[in-house]
């Protein structure tokens, strides 16, 4: 396997057509670092993650997923972005390396709140839209800005409730299926801009993977789990976050 390095990412610089694997190297540890500079670095997840086309590896699927391979940790993408539309890898790799930073074990202990997790890793995917929409060259920033204009205003997503009492009705499907994606990335649009607001939420939802998860245990508890190991001066921004998430 013949490799590339940025910061942050290892590229496999195979199997990626007639693209660039330069170029998506510097697209990938861009998206890594907007996470990277807004993350203490007491809590930021330092590990390299390698990635490569999931088309060229056995760990083919139907969507791009993240595998945890002894002694990396192996993000695998789809290619179905035009040679010139970047935003595609910018959204799916962010996602992935959500979980990456996220590092929960919900799949291995009590999976009723894994939707909870891809929730945030879609938040993930958006929030890498705008912040690296900030700090590229003029011509990705549009195409970036497009793409999240047009997620955030695709009337799929759109609820006519506040978003707690709309999760409070779902919770049940919610829990017994981490990837219903339409459901995820409805709660993800409206959470989202408490994040380009406020970045420094990303310390806070590190937190979750200390969470002492209970068999039975309802989402109230869980957030209430959450509250009380947020430091004082992070109280504030997180008060907003739960009074759109819990009734």
Known sequence: MRTIKGDHVILNISGWGDRDADDILVCLSQTAGVFKSVISPKVFNKKAVLVENYTDTAFSGEH???????????????????????????????????????????????????????????????????????????????????????????????????????????????????????????????????????????????LIKQIPIAEEMAFEFFINAWEALIPPSDSNIFQDFKAMILM
């Open 64 to 206: 791009p997923k993240m595998y945890k391979v002894t002694p990396e940790n192996r993000i695998y993408l789809n290619i179905n972005a035009d040679n010139d539309a970047y935003a595609n890898y910018v959204l799916q790799f962010a996602h992935e390396y959500g979980h990456h930073l996220l590092d929960c074990d919900f799949y291995n202990t009590h999976d009723q709140f894994g939707w909870f997790e891809e929730v945030l890793c879609e938040v993930a995917g958006l929030y890498a839209l705008h912040a690296v929409s900030k700090e590229c060259d003029a011509e990705l920033a549009n195409d970036l800005n497009d793409v999240l204009r047009d997620i955030l205003n695709d009337k799929t997503y759109h609820i006519d409730r506040p978003l707690a009492e709309w999760i409070d009705q779902k919770q049940d499907l919610l829990s017994l299926d981490r990837y219903f994606r339409t459901h995820n990335k409805t709660i993800a649009i409206k959470l989202a801009p408490l994040f380009f607001e406020n970045p420094k939420l990303w310390d806070v939802v590190l």
